[in-house]
DNA sequence: AAGTGTGAATGCGTTCACAGCA
DNA sequence: TGCTGTGAACGCATTCACACTT
């Protein structure tokens, strides 16, 4: 695998735990990069992804809540790596604001709006209680975010042109949990 | 939605931001909880479904590696309020070991096969960086866990008979990148 | 010979639509 | 009449299989 120039679709499954038909398959939805008989050329391949997934660019991220989740998500170096820069944390505990994490300052959650207003993120990460939630969203979609990433448990609605994922990690040990119940069958 | 006695496959789906077909179909999976012309009974379905899920019982939990994501987890409420219990975070950085995360003391990795043997957990979390996250996967159900949720961004392989489960939250600011991108077609 | 790119087959979850029961 | 429970239709993603290219 070191010091190739090509890559196969089946060893490209292998490295991302899929199958070779899957890999080909995606691959030609965004067009064709492979060579018949012989692979994919792993630097233009791997260029080309970049360009097509937007991972040349860096994104600008403001994380909403510095609880818990909050935190750990500010000080993720996996974002860093990846072009994604946490250029704000908002709290609404007055405890919170004014501390720092990971470099950057926790700030009040009543400068969102403006603040969002100024550093146009493009992405919001949600890590507040599922209560506040919604509210929260309301907020930053209606001050120009398009994207958000949500981490409360709870299911919440955006605008159609906005993009909105949600992690549950409740839910995924939920799921486990009946896996185990229901192992015996 | 206060005081009801029964509630509508439409009213779940509006709390659950899914579809009235969605809800019946999911719930029918399970057995048949509703009446006619009437709709479930709100604890009735409520206590079948806790039964069903597994989550009346208590799960216990042990949280491998202590950085950021590890201490995040330790000290997420939301998993103590639905019967989940950390018993045990386990960590191979000298510095952390003997601290304490959220009233748990972080114990060397080493001691991690003979405290499952012991504590006998239901489920372990993966909070470790990517290259380290196969092998103590393999650790863990070697010792005899059976369920397992996985934060490091990398695919993992487990035998049959375990359940295992994967959070990727770089991957998640990747596609809404890629959404965002693409936002104007 | 090796390995891509892609139509066709398959599987699976979601949506539709309605018969039947309270 | 209201709403469930469920077969049937649908859509979408995964898998198969092979013609085609280097």
Redesign the interface.
């Known amino acids: 695998m070191h010091g190739h120039q090509t890559i196969s679709s089946g060893e490209l499954a292998a490295?991302?735990?899929?199958t070779s038909a899957q890999v080909r398959k995606d691959l030609s939805f965004f067009g064709s990069f492979g060579k018949r008989g012989l692979g994919y050329s792993v630097s233009a391949l791997s260029s080309s992804l970049r360009e097509?997934?937007?991972?040349g660019?860096q994104?600008n991220?403001v994380i909403v809540g510095a609880g818990?989740?909050g935190?750990?998500?500010a000080?993720?170096e996996?974002?860093r790596d990846?072009?994604?820069k946490v250029v704000g944390v908002y709290d609404e505990d007055p405890a919170r604001v004014g501390g720092t994490l990971d470099g950057v300052v926790v700030r009040d959650q009543r400068e969102l709006e403006s603040d969002i207003m100024k550093l146009k993120p493009?992405?919001a990460l949600i890590a507040v209680p599922a209560e506040a939630a919604q509210t929260l969203v309301d907020r930053v979609v209606k001050a120009g975010v398009?994207?958000?990433?949500n981490f409360a448990?709870t299911?919440?609605?955006v605008p159609e042109?906005v993009?909105l994922?949600s992690?549950n990690?409740?839910l995924?040990?939920?799921?486990?949990?009946?896996?185990?119940?229901n192992?015996g069958e």
């Open positions: 490295q991302g735990g899929t097509i997934l937007g991972l660019r994104w991220v818990k989740i935190a750990a998500l000080q993720y996996g974002f990846r072009g994604f493009h992405i398009r994207a958000i990433l448990p299911p919440l609605t042109k993009t994922r992690v990690m409740a995924e040990l939920e799921i486990l949990s009946y896996a185990l119940v192992a």
